[in-house]
């Protein structure tokens, strides 16, 4: 079945060094990737989507990468500031045809002053 | 403004009883979710509606129901039967129907635990 890994061990940098997250998938060949942030009791936050036909996907200080031969897609922050700490997911489309987001379980990045 | 509200923010059930989470949404949208959330997890889903009056279940509708009467709502009722409802739950919507590349817009979550 279709799996989507995110590394679960917080994420620990300091202010203005580039944060990079990672999401890995099996089983799947998803026709595009999202991002989303989510803050302590809150809904998630829509914040990049990258086709599978995108290398590339910059916006302000987020970049993504996405790899489909390699199954993986790369989250970077640049400049990174102290109001970026929150977790941020990945959701691939579901296969089986009702291609409904499905998320990770998220990495939490933790931006030190 | 315009966005999607989910109430109450915090929820308690007693045992044996039913409880509804309320989902309103004045984005037009037309599709909706229910995801519900435990900690260190990700959100799974347990209902979807693409359309007025059609919802399908997701991969955990054991022990929920849903309806979908009217564009803007989407209640989700959380049933004696669900044996372990201590979540986080979200609703979100889309523009369109999954499948679209659409993003989701989620309300801000229903914290529900057991008395």
């Known amino acids: 079945s279709q799996k989507i890994e995110q590394n679960s061990e917080a994420l620990n940098i300091q202010e203005g060094k580039t944060a990079t997250l990672t999401c890995n998938y099996t089983n799947y060949s998803p026709a595009y990737l999202q991002w989303y942030r989510q803050d302590p009791g809150r809904g998630p936050v829509f914040l990049l989507l990258i086709r599978e036909n995108e290398k590339e996907k910059r916006k302000e200080r987020l970049k993504v990468t996405f790899d489909t031969t390699l199954k993986q897609s790369l989250f970077h922050i640049t400049a990174s500031q102290p109001a970026d700490s929150a977790t941020y997911l990945c959701a691939l489309p579901a296969s089986g045809g009702s291609y409904i987001p499905t998320f990770g379980r998220g990495t939490s990045l933790i931006v030190h002053p | 403004d315009g966005g999607i509200t989910q109430s109450p923010k915090y929820l308690f059930r007693k045992e044996g009883q039913n409880v509804t989470l309320s989902c309103e949404q004045n984005l037009n949208h037309d599709a909706m979710y229910w995801y519900r959330q435990d900690p260190g997890q990700g959100l799974r889903l347990i209902y979807y509606s693409q359309i007025v009056n059609d919802f399908q279940k997701g991969d955990i509708a054991e022990g929920y129901s849903v309806s979908r009467e009217k564009k803007e709502s989407f209640p989700l009722t959380v049933t004696s039967a669900q044996k372990n409802p201590t979540a986080f739950y979200l609703c979100?919507?889309?523009?369109?129907?999954?499948?679209?590349?659409?993003?989701?817009?989620f309300g801000s979550g229903t914290q529900l635990s057991v008395l």
């Open positions: 979100a919507s889309s523009r369109d129907r999954a499948g679209t590349n659409e993003k989701l817009f």
